[in-house]
């Protein structure tokens, strides 16, 4: 008590002045200096300028779906083999686009077409295409009857049924690979033959109003062909395009001599076809294709029926 009235006397004594006044604010000062409370946070000081301000990133905004539209990792309808995706439909987007000029039949033609199962049979959609008669040939005889069953709706794949014959193929589980070998087997030139072949990629093949196809395609490169003085391929599409392990990665569906490529309708097209056309029918095994006797596999698999000349006669009108 007795240093307040201490304090307040000397207050009063500097209050008289102005220099007092100064002197008496910075003893205040001091005082409540040292009764401030310990450990509290002083307010931080305020940027001086813009560039000492420092916001947090601001988050991009999630887009909301499209109505109607499944999350992104639903997107996806069908899911992929082992082995990464494959030359398949799911790949279309930002491929380089074919254009396919096939026009309608104006006379008979010839084509190859392979077993899968049973009556089943599979070649390409253009050797169907405006048929009055689907006929299966062996040795260039009319053998019996074939009756469309299927035609895949965008891409050059159909199924026919026919007379069941010993052998059969059986498609791959994974389809094809960048670099791989192949084999494609038929009636080149109307000749018993077949040709040597390298995956290059894929394409999106369209084509005219007359012929709707919109679909991917694998493109191969032709490495070996037989018989050795072939020099065109018209009479090998619908033949199988099988793997080194005997399995079926595709249908030959067009060529190019100039080029030496040949196309095939992709593998994902032809495993959904076959799997509507004849549920359970798929099984994951083929005999082995042997890399110095390619060409001689290819006529045990014309001699046992595993694959036939499909005769189609023209529509007329």
């Given at each position: 008590?007795?240093?307040?009235?201490?304090?307040?006397?000397?207050?009063?004594?500097?209050?008289?002045?102005?220099?007092?006044?100064?002197?008496?604010?910075?003893?205040?000062?001091?005082?409540?200096?040292?009764?401030?409370?310990?450990?509290?946070?002083?307010?931080?000081?305020?940027?001086?300028?813009?560039?000492?301000?420092r916001r947090p990133p601001v988050p991009a905004p999630?887009?909301?779906?499209?109505?109607?539209?499944?999350?992104?990792?639903?997107?996806?309808?069908?899911?992929?083999?082992?082995?990464?995706?494959?030359?398949?439909?799911?790949?279309?987007?930002?491929?380089?686009?074919?254009?396919?000029?096939?026009?309608?039949?104006?006379?008979?033609?010839?084509?190859?077409?392979?077993?899968?199962?049973?009556?089943?049979?599979?070649?390409?959609?253009?050797?169907?295409?405006?048929?009055?008669?689907?006929?299966?040939?062996?040795?260039?005889?009319?053998?019996?009857?074939?009756?469309?069953?299927?035609?895949?709706?965008?891409a050059d794949l159909a199924l026919v049924a026919a007379?069941?014959?010993?052998?059969?193929?059986?498609?791959?589980?994974?389809?094809?690979?960048?670099?791989?070998?192949?084999?494609?087997?038929?009636?080149?030139?109307?000749?018993?033959?077949?040709?040597?072949?390298?995956?290059?990629?894929?394409?999106?093949?369209?084509?005219?109003?007359?012929?709707?196809?919109?679909?991917?395609?694998?493109?191969?490169?032709?490495?070996?062909?037989?018989?050795?003085?072939?020099?065109?391929?018209?009479?090998?599409?619908?033949?199988?395009?099988?793997?080194?392990?005997?399995?079926?990665?595709?249908v030959a569906i067009g060529s190019n001599a100039r080029?030496?490529?040949?196309?095939?309708?992709?593998?994902?097209?032809?495993?959904?076809?076959?799997?509507?056309?004849?549920?359970?029918?798929?099984?994951?095994?083929?005999?082995?294709?042997?890399?110095?006797?390619?060409?001689?596999?290819?006529?045990?698999?014309?001699?046992?029926?595993?694959?036939?000349?499909?005769?189609?006669?023209?529509?007329?009108?």
């Amino acid at each position: 008590m007795t240093l307040f009235r201490a304090l307040l006397r000397v207050a009063r004594a500097l209050a008289t002045t102005a220099l007092g006044w100064v002197a008496l604010v910075l003893i205040i000062g001091q005082i409540l200096a040292v009764f401030e409370e310990p450990g509290a946070k002083r307010r931080p000081r305020a940027p001086e300028t813009a560039a000492e301000v420092r916001r947090p990133p601001v988050p991009a905004p999630t887009p909301s779906p499209e109505p109607g539209s499944a999350p992104a990792q639903e997107q996806r309808t069908l899911a992929e083999p082992p082995g990464g995706p494959p030359y398949g439909g799911e790949t279309a987007p930002g491929l380089p686009v074919a254009a396919v000029t096939w026009e309608r039949k104006s006379q008979s033609a010839v084509g190859t077409a392979f077993r899968l199962d049973r009556d089943v049979w599979v070649t390409a959609r253009h050797v169907t295409d405006s048929c009055q008669e689907l006929l299966m040939l062996d040795g260039g005889k009319a053998r019996d009857r074939a009756a469309l069953l299927r035609e895949h709706a965008t891409a050059d794949l159909a199924l026919v049924a026919a007379g069941a014959t010993p052998a059969r193929l059986q498609i791959s589980a994974i389809g094809p690979r960048d670099g791989r070998t192949a084999y494609a087997y038929g009636w080149p030139e109307d000749r018993p033959g077949g040709v040597r072949l390298s995956l290059l990629g894929s394409v999106r093949m369209r084509g005219t109003r007359s012929f709707p196809i919109d679909a991917v395609a694998n493109a191969w490169a032709i490495v070996a062909v037989d018989p050795g003085d072939l020099t065109g391929y018209g009479g090998i599409s619908g033949g199988p395009v099988l793997d080194a392990a005997g399995t079926v990665v595709g249908v030959a569906i067009g060529s190019n001599a100039r080029r030496g490529t040949l196309s095939s309708a992709a593998w994902s097209d032809l495993n959904r076809l076959a799997a509507a056309g004849r549920p359970g029918a798929l099984a994951w095994q083929g005999t082995p294709v042997p890399a110095e006797a390619w060409a001689a596999h290819g006529e045990t698999l014309r001699r046992s029926g595993a694959i036939r000349q499909i005769y189609c006669r023209f529509k007329q009108g």
